[in-house]
């Protein structure tokens, strides 16, 4: 059994909830778009646009994971 120090729990902590943050609101605001009174992510972004918030939602991901590693 491994025994990491305290630190590196509470960094854990802090990337989970901090990549959740990030990747939320974008993925939630995906869905949403599809009401048609909202606008859509690619009607805000286009096109070109949209590796900015994808590169957000896969940085969000990543805190994510390394965050709930060994949970």
């Not at 995906?30 to 994808?54: A, H, K, Q, W």
Request: charged share 15%; hydrophobic share 55%; no cysteine.
């Amino acid at each position: 059994m491994k025994t990491n120090p305290p630190i590196l729990g509470t960094i854990k902590k802090v990337a989970r909830i901090l990549g959740i943050a990030m990747f939320l609101p974008v993925f939630l605001w995906f869905f949403i778009g599809l009401f048609p009174n909202v606008p859509s992510i690619i009607d805000v972004f286009g096109m070109e646009g949209l590796r900015y918030p994808t590169g957000i939602v896969i940085g969000g991901l990543m805190l994510a994971a390394f965050g709930f590693e060994d949970f």
